[in-house]
C-alpha cells in the first residue's frame, strides 16, 4: 500500500475531519478526498461515515488504525534521526491554546522562548475551551495547551504549577479591613468570571461549603474585574491568588484568603498525540514547559490599561 495514503488514513482518524487533515497534511481537500476513495476501494470498506461534522471512523477504521499509527511512528522515528526538526530554519506555525491568564502570564515567555532558536517560525494563540481540548488536541487544530491536568483522557501532559484562589477587593471596601468570614463573603456582592476553566469547580466548591450566592455582576474575562472592583469598591472578587499578588503590586486593592477550603487548581501542558511532525512537536512541547516552568509570569500588567486617573 502507498505509504502516502495510510498518513492520509492516520489524519483523518485522528482529526475527525478532512479539511484538519488537508491542513496537517499540506495538501488540498482535493486531494485528502482522492485518497480516502483510493484507500475505500483498496480495502473494500468506506472506512468513515460522515456524521454532522466528523467523519466518524467504521469498525475496520478502528481495528486497522493502531497498527498503522505504530507503523508510521516507527517510519518517522526512524526518519527524525536522519531529518531532525530544524528550529533555525523552520516556518511553521504552532498553535497554543492559552486560557486568558494563561496568555497573558505564559505567552510572552513562550514566544521569547521560541523565537530565541526559531527567529520565522509563527505563533498562534487561541482561546482555551477546556470542554474541547481533548478534541482539539486529537484534532490536531491545537498542538499544545495549557488546561486544568484533571481532563479525562490518555493525552500526554505534564503537571507545571498549581494554582490556588483568593478574595481580591478594593483598599476602599468598607471591609478591607476585617477578616473575610463566611457570612462577609455570602452578604457582599461578587463579580464572577464565566470564561475561567475553573469557574464551575469554584462554584461546587462554593455550594458544598453553603457560600454560595448569584453573583452581583457576571463578567467574561479578567481584564475587566480590576476596574470593575476599582470603580465599584462595594464588589469583591474571587481570582487566582498569582493574578490577585500582581495586581496588589501596582494598584490599591486588598488580598484575602477564601472563608472555606477550596483544594487547589493543578495545572499542565498537555501535546497533540498523532503520527505528523513529532519532533517539531517535541521541540515546542519542551519549548513550552521551559517557558512555563522556568519563568516568571506577567499578570500584574492585566487590566492596566484601565488604570483611573
Sequence with gaps: ??????????????????????DRLYVTQSAV???????????????????????????????????F???????????DKLTA??????????????????????????????RREAPQVRVRSFLLQQHDIDEWLHRGLADVAIAPAEIPGDLERTPIKTQTYCVVMSAD?????????????????????????????LEAVERRAAAYTEPAVVAQHYASTLSLILQSPDLLAVTPRSLAEGWARSWPIVVKPLPFEMDPIRLAVYRRPGTHEGSGLDWLY?????????????????????RLD
Design 85 to 114: 526538526f530544524d528550529p533555525q530554519h523552520s516556518t511553521r506555525q504552532f498553535r497554543i491554546a492559552l486560557s486568558e491568564l494563561g496568555e497573558v502570564g505564559w505567552l510572552a515567555n513562550i514566544v521569547a522562548d521560541i
Design 173 to 201: 471596601h468598607v471591609v478591607a479591613g476585617e477578616e473575610m468570614t463566611l457570612e462577609t463573603y455570602l452578604t457582599t456582592p461578587r463579580v464572577v468570571v464565566a470564561s475561567d476553566s475553573s469557574a464551575v469547580h
Design 286 to 306: 519542551r519549548m513550552v514547559l521551559r517557558a512555563t516552568i522556568g519563568l516568571p509570569t506577567h499578570f500584574e500588567t492585566m487590566g492596566a490599561e484601565e
Design 1 to 22: 500500500m502507498d505509504l502516502n495514503l495510510v498518513r492520509v488514513f492516520a489524519a483523518i482518524y485522528e482529526s475527525r475531519s478532512l479539511t484538519a487533515a488537508a
Design 69 to 79: 499509527r505504530d507503523a508510521l511512528l516507527g517510519i518517522d522515528g526512524a526518519m
Design 33 to 67: 478526498s482522492q485518497s480516502l476513495g483510493r484507500l475505500r476501494s483498496s480495502l473494500d470498506n468506506p472506512l468513515f461515515q460522515r456524521r454532522g461534522r466528523f467523519m466518524e471512523p467504521t469498525a475496520l477504521a478502528k481495528e486497522i488504525y493502531p497498527a
